[in-house]
């Protein structure tokens, strides 16, 4: 009965120890996807709020600029979309690229601000996506079919921010890598011809 009852604390020991690494580690998830899903419907709710508001169209983008700023990880989405070439670029033409980057993701996000007047934004769930975090929400737009939209969340940088978008499936950091890649490509490879193509593209933005 001794040995008996010394093998069923062998086994409870055994199993005691599998199962706590298995339990912290769904409490970390568990912790992880509560954090990204207050993340996002804070950081919507900041973005409804300015777009909701009875402000002129320029003040919207003025007060909304600092808010996508703090809120989404440009730097990490900017070496995403460059793909393979960003390895092969100087640091100079990185850092170039990054700073004409930031401007052309913030000049589409803030020129549809006034397709938005009226929206409503829903948090409907949270699941992994590899190291992040997958929230998902829907958004309503008057007279609009509702969008369900994925915002992808990473922690990489110290603290929650956007790395992705993905709207019916389409991944937002995904299309623009595969439009660069195309682009470079035709160019001989070349990360100065689409320096130059952003360089003109953001001219050409204010000078409208």
């Known amino acids: 009965m001794k040995t008996v009852l010394a093998r069923r604390h062998v086994l409870g020991l055994v199993a005691g120890a599998i199962a706590l690494p298995a339990a912290r580690h769904a409490r970390a998830a568990d912790a992880a996807a ?10 919507g709710r900041q973005l ?11 003040d919207k983008k003025t007060a909304i600029l600092p808010l996508l700023q703090a809120h989404v990880d440009m730097d990490s989405i900017g070496r995403y979309c460059l793909g393979r070439y960003w390895r092969v670029a100087t640091p100079e033409q990185q850092a170039r690229y990054l700073t004409l980057f930031h401007q052309v993701l913030l000049n589409a996000i803030t020129d549809k601000i006034g397709d938005y007047r009226g929206v409503t934004f829903t948090v409907s769930g949270t699941s992994p996506a590899g190291d992040d975090q997958a929230v998902d ?35 937002l ?12 490509a035709r160019h001989n490879g070349s990360v100065d011809a689409l320096l130059q193509a952003l360089d003109h593209q953001v001219a050409a933005h204010g000078a409208h």
């Open 34 to 43: 509560a954090s990204a899903r207050s993340f996002v419907t804070d950081f």
């Open 48 to 58: 409804i709020t300015i777009v909701n508001s009875d402000r002129s169209l320029a």
């Open 137 to 171: 929400t829907i958004i309503n737009r008057p007279e609009q079919p509702a969008a369900n939209t994925q915002w992808i969340v990473s922690t990489t940088s110290g603290q929650p921010k956007v790395v992705d978008v993905v709207g019916e499936g389409t991944s």
């Open 173 to 184: 950091r995904l299309t623009q890598r595969q439009d660069y890649a195309s682009f470079v």
